[in-house]
């Protein structure tokens, strides 16, 4: 069974900085797309941004300049750096992950992480 342990979130004023990190616990699978989510309260879990085992990225337009996401593929953990934090990132954060299975790949998610950002 794999699991996704996630950490790093907290409460951080205005243009602020936190770090998340999510490892995957995968029995010694690699895992393919890694990537976070978030769930603003009273709204519907979105994409913040996403990275391939290759390093390829995608990001949301909303964090596009301000969140920088990579990956330790020997550690399989990814990282998502927050800079120049705005109060409308304030959700819970979840860790999604891809892995490759027999004829093709379970996907999981972490138990999410909350971060508040003060105006």
């Known amino acids: 069974q794999v699991q996704l342990v996630e950490s790093g979130g907290g409460l951080v004023q205005t243009g602020g900085s936190l770090r998340l990190s999510c490892s995957a616990f995968?029995?010694?699978?690699?895992?393919?797309?890694m990537g976070w989510y978030r769930q603003p309260p009273g709204k519907q879990r979105e994409l913040v941004a996403t990275?391939?085992?290759?390093?390829?990225?995608n990001y949301a337009r909303s964090v596009a300049g301000r969140f920088t996401i990579s990956r330790d593929n020997a550690k399989n953990t990814v990282y998502l750096q927050m800079n120049s934090l705005k109060p409308e990132d304030t959700a819970v954060y979840y860790c999604?992950?891809?892995?490759?299975?027999?004829?093709?790949?379970?996907?999981?998610w972490g138990q999410g992480t909350q971060v508040t950002v003060s105006s």
């Open positions: 999604n992950a891809d892995v490759p299975r027999v004829g093709g790949r379970n996907n999981y």
């Open positions: 995968t029995g010694g699978n690699g895992v393919a797309v």
């Open positions: 990275i391939t085992y290759g390093g390829l990225t």
